[in-house]
Each structure stands twice: as structure tokens, then as C-alpha cells.
């Protein structure tokens, strides 16, 4: 049971580290005032408490950016193509679909020529294909369920990519700026706690 409970701290520990970019270190520690387990998990947990939610926030801010940035790129291939986004987005009647899909399986939809939907591709990169796909509504659920299986990932756009074209690009850029001014914000503060808690955490974690 010990066993267990320090492999817990040991992880906890690691997760600390990592976060923080702090490098393990074979330093003295005798004046490390610790011995029970009770006092390595509260210290820990302190550091947990300020720690985790700016690893959380940092994490979510990257994959926005991921995926904004990629949302621009698509953006400008619609706008290559001559796509009016508001005569896109506004269809009525029809289901519209924005997302990527893996190489390999982009190959297989000639098998589904005989299914209504009509699929644009816009990149490929990285292994994936990015597009759009047009489906009726009456269809749209049984052609969702198609690219379901082709393991097509919808991205949602925000709403402002349904307007003007060039409206959509400059929102996105704007969007692209605040995360990364937010970023820079969530990577100070760590940097802050990791100035502050360097020295002591590398004591304890030795």
C-alpha cells in the first residue's frame, strides 16, 4: 500500500515538472523538513492548486490556436475557390459539414458515388484531407453517419466565418492574437511559480 501511495507522489511530482519545465537534480536535502507522507501530499497539493488550472487554461489556449489557425487556412482555400459564405452558410435546405478526414479514407468515397452528398476538398496535409460536405436534410443524418465511419472530424466554426470572407479573416486573426497574448500570460505565470518553487520542489522530489 505504501508502495502505491508513493508511486502516486512520484507521478504527481512528474506532472509538476513537466508543467513547469523543471529538470530533475541530485541535490542535498537534508534540510527538506518532511517525513510523513501527509506532508509531501500537502505540499504537493499546494503547488497542484496554482499549478493545474494554468496547465489546463495553457492547454485548451493551444488547441484553440491549432485549430483557429487551421480554420484560416481553410478560409483562404474557400475564398481561392470563389465560395460566397453567406450563399454557403445560408442554405435553407441544405446540411453543410466542415472538417478533415484521414488520406485514406478520403479514397474511399468513390464506394458512396451513389449516396447525395457532394464533398469539396480544400488541403491535404499532415495525412488528412480537408473539406466541406453538402448533403439534403432529408439525407443528412445517413450522410453523417457515412463520414462518421470514414472517421471525418467535424470542426465547428465560429460564427463569424459565415459572413463576408474577409470579414471571417480578420476575426480569426483577431481571435489568433488574444490567444496568443493569453498564452503568453498563462506561460508567465508559470514561469513565476516555477521561480519561486524550483529550488524547495527539487529538494522534496530528490
Known amino acids: 500500500k505504501d508502495k502505491d501511495i508513493y508511486g502516486g507522489l512520484i507521478k504527481r511530482a512528474s506532472v509538476i515538472a513537466s508543467g513547469l519545465g523543471i529538470e ?6 537534508d534540510d527538506v ?29 493551444d488547441r484553440s490556436i491549432a485549430e483557429y489557425r487551421q480554420v484560416l487556412r481553410q478560409v483562404d482555400n474557400l475564398s481561392d475557390i470563389n ?21 485514406e479514407s478520403y479514397t474511399k468515397l468513390e464506394f458512396y458515388s451513389d449516396k447525395s452528398f457532394i464533398f469539396v476538398p480544400l488541403e491535404e496535409k499532415d495525412g488528412y484531407v480537408w473539406g466541406v460536405y453538402f448533403s439534403s436534410f432529408e439525407e443528412s443524418v445517413q450522410v453523417d453517419d457515412i463520414f462518421t465511419s470514414l472517421d471525418f472530424e467535424r470542426v465547428h466554426l465560429p460564427n463569424f466565418v459565415r459572413g463576408d470572407g474577409e470579414v471571417a ?14 498564452l503568453k500570460t498563462e ?17 522534496v522530489r530528490s
Open 24 to 29: 530533475a537534480k541530485d541535490v542535498p536535502y
Open 33 to 61: 523538513q518532511m517525513e510523513a507522507i501527509h506532508d509531501f501530499d500537502m505540499f504537493f497539493s499546494d503547488i497542484e492548486r496554482e499549478v493545474l488550472p494554468i496547465l489546463e487554461r495553457k492547454e485548451e489556449l
Open 83 to 103: 465560395v460566397d459564405f453567406k450563399d454557403l452558410f445560408g442554405c435553407k435546405h441544405v446540411k453543410v459539414r466542415f472538417g478533415k478526414m484521414p488520406s
Open 169 to 182: 479573416t480578420a476575426e480569426l486573426n483577431r481571435c489568433l492574437k488574444e490567444f496568443d497574448s493569453s
Open 187 to 203: 506561460s508567465e505565470q508559470l514561469n513565476e511559480i516555477k521561480m519561486r518553487i524550483q529550488d524547495e520542489f527539487i529538494k
